[in-house]
Each structure stands twice: as C-alpha cells, then as structure tokens.
C-alpha cells in the first residue's frame, strides 16, 4: 500500500511538472529583474509594440510591509496578433495583452516566464488561427532571447 502511495504521489508530481512546463516557456536571463525587464522593454519598444503595463510586485510587496523577491511582470500586445484570436474564440481575451514574467527563483536565478500561444491555442481550443500563434510564438521567444542576453 505505501508503495502504491508512493508512485501515485510520484505520477502526480511529475504530471504537474509537465503540465507546468507546457504552460510557462521559461528563459534564463544573465542580468538582474531590473535589467532584464527594462531590456525587454526597451526591446518592445523598438519593434513598436506597446507596453500596457509593467507591475512590480516586490514594491507592491513592500508598500505592504511585506518583502519578496524582485519579482516583475510587463503587459504588452500587438492588436495584429491579439484580435484574430479573439474573434476566433472571445474567451482568450482574458489571457491578453500578452505577459512576461521575469523573477529571481529561490536560488538567485533570474528567470523570464511567458505562456506558449500553443498553451493558449489548446485551453482556448482555438482553430484556424496558425498564422498569428506562430508570429506570436517567434516574437515571444525572440523578446525573451534579447531581454536575457542569450
């Protein structure tokens, strides 16, 4: 019976380890969250993306009296990308603008995380829409390539 506990708890986990990296494409950066975010802002901004947001959850932390690990997220879209899909399922709406997360993990690493469009495209059960995933897939990756400095 505990061995079947055991590989029950070991199946769970490794499911979650899966459904975790199909649903957050991870990059290692080599510079500091600041740096890093303001590389990838300064990267939207060349391609004439527009950043709707950039929160920093470790200030919203502090002003709480709390304290955390720099820790930032930047909100941005491009309509041409973002609409087709919306009109194709509305419900994806909430996944957008697109994010990136960028934090220090537990063991000083500076990691830049962003949902997969072929995440988006299988929870939405969006069809018809390869051309705009795969441009947004490219751009994502490209911006988490220039931001991290690999």
Do not use: C
């Not at 059960?125 to 988490?144: H, K």
């Amino acid at each position: 019976m505990t061995r079947a506990l055991a590989m029950s708890l070991a199946a769970l986990l490794l499911t979650s380890a899966t459904a975790l990296s199909q649903n957050l494409a991870t990059v290692e950066s080599r510079f500091a969250v600041k740096e890093t975010s303001d590389r990838l802002a300064a990267e939207l901004e060349k391609r004439g993306i527009r950043i709707a947001a950039r929160i920093d959850h470790a200030a919203a932390a502090k002003a709480a009296g709390l304290e955390m690990p720099p820790t930032e997220v930047i909100m941005f879209g491009n309509p041409r990308l973002g609409t087709p899909l919306m009109l194709a399922q509305p419900s994806v709406a909430i996944e957008l603008p697109m994010k990136m997360l960028v934090w220090q993990d537990g063991s000083g690493k500076v990691m830049i995380g962003y949902t997969p469009p072929s995440a988006l495209k299988e929870r939405y059960r969006i069809t018809g829409q390869d051309e705009p995933l795969t441009a947004m897939a490219g751009a994502l990756a490209g911006l988490a390539k220039a931001a991290s400095g690999q």
